[in-house]
């Protein structure tokens, strides 16, 4: 199995940016693709990027192109998400996910393992 540790949450100003990372455990970080999910309070999680195995491709939601950009360090056993022009929709307990395979990238349900998450919210 793998550990995943989500950091950079925090309090942002519309319009503000952070940048979320997420340490893996281990040495086999490259058998994973991984993904950043994000929940509000009273909602479903839902997917807001992607990022294969390779690091070769990258999948957002629609509403992430432009804002968002996911990249991963296999070297050092980190991915990390990216946020520009927050916006107070953007408020939520952001996590880290790692599944073993490149498909569906975009469905919560193939993702094994899942950080505890962290917060980012964005004030008005």
């Known amino acids: 199995q793998v550990q995943l540790v989500e950091s950079g949450g925090g309090l942002v100003q519309a319009g503000g940016s952070l940048r979320l990372s997420c340490a893996a455990s281990?040495?086999?970080?490259?058998?994973?693709?991984m993904g950043w999910f994000r929940q509000a309070p009273g909602k479903e999680r839902q997917f807001v990027a992607a990022i294969t195995r390779s690091g070769g491709n990258e999948y957002y939601a629609e509403s992430a192109p432009g804002r968002f950009t996911i990249s991963r360090d296999n070297a050092k056993n980190t991915v990390n998400l990216q946020m520009n022009d927050l916006k107070s929709e953007d408020t939520a307990v952001y996590y880290c996910a790692a599944t073993t395979s490149d498909w569906a990238l975009r469905a919560k349900t193939v993702y094994r393992y899942w950080g505890q998450g962290t917060q980012v919210t964005v004030s008005s």
């Open positions: 281990g040495r086999t970080f490259t058998n994973y693709a």
